[in-house]
T-cell receptor
Framework: EAQVTQNPRYLITVTGKKLTVTCSQN?????MSWYRQDPGLGLRQIYY???????DKGDVPEGYKVSRKEKRNFPLILESPSPNQTSLYFC???????????FGPGTRLTVL | GENVEQHPSTLSVQEGDSAVIKCTYS??????FPWYKQELGKRPQLIID?????GEKKDQRIAVTLNKTAKHFSLHITETQPEDSAVYFC????????FGPGTRLSVLP
């Protein structure tokens, strides 16, 4: 089944404790992206990747890191999480950038 | 950078009526304009998209129009049904994407 998977789905952590949210797609998509969703603000792009080893900042990259070592995986790293990073995070992928993005199920992160 | 505005923020219509959601964007370099539907507790899903070289696109009850000169694009849903109730997001971009804040559509039976 063609899909985008994210893990974990739910995470409660404490300020400063490094964490990684994994994202994987099995559709051979070149483009992958991370978004955060907060009430009233819609979806805001954190980072995107046009292809392997090519990543770029979105609108809200501060406090986040990403890597794209393989085509299928695009992990989101929070080196020192803070409470303002409490949010719902979505990973998405598409064949190329200007094409339908398929979203993962979301990861609800709470930073205490 | 790109800025996308979306109106209205909430919209209630009677079943069978039409619904229109409007978005404006600021970056003339944007060339791809998708619309996503998000039902409560679920992930966003594409319902229709349009590219900058096209003025209008239709898919059954859903249509999108794009005015590049004015930098605005609109979603039109005809013959609305209760299952159309959801939050709708417009977006603009080409490599990076900026989404509007969303419109909560309620279709009343």
């Amino acid at each position: 089944e063609a899909q985008v998977t994210q893990n974990p789905r739910y995470l409660i952590t404490v300020t400063g404790k490094k964490l990684t949210v994994t994202c994987s797609q099995n559709m051979n998509h070149e483009y992958m992206s991370w978004y955060r969703q907060d009430p009233g603000l819609g979806l805001r792009q954190i980072y995107y990747s046009m292809n392997v080893e090519v990543t770029d900042k979105g609108d809200v990259p501060e406090g986040y890191k990403v890597s794209r070592k393989e085509k299928r995986n695009f992990p989101l790293i929070l080196e020192s999480p803070s409470p303002n990073q409490t949010s719902l995070y979505f990973c998405a992928s598409s064949f190329v950038s200007d094409n339908e993005q398929f979203f993962g199920p979301g990861t609800r992160l709470t930073v205490l | 950078g790109e800025n996308v505005e979306q109106h209205p923020s909430t919209l209630s219509v009677q079943e069978g009526d039409s619904a229109v959601i409007k978005c404006t964007y600021s970056d003339s370099a944007s060339n791809y304009f998708p619309w996503y539907k998000q039902e409560l507790g679920k992930r966003p899903q594409l319902i229709i998209d349009i590219r900058s070289n096209v003025g209008e696109k239709k898919d059954q009850r859903i249509a999108v129009t794009l005015n590049k000169t004015a930098k605005h694009f609109s979603l039109h849903i005809t013959e609305t049904q209760p299952e159309d109730s959801a939050v709708y997001f417009c977006a603009a971009g080409g490599q990076n994407f900026v989404f509007g804040p969303g419109t909560r559509l309620s279709v009343l039976p």
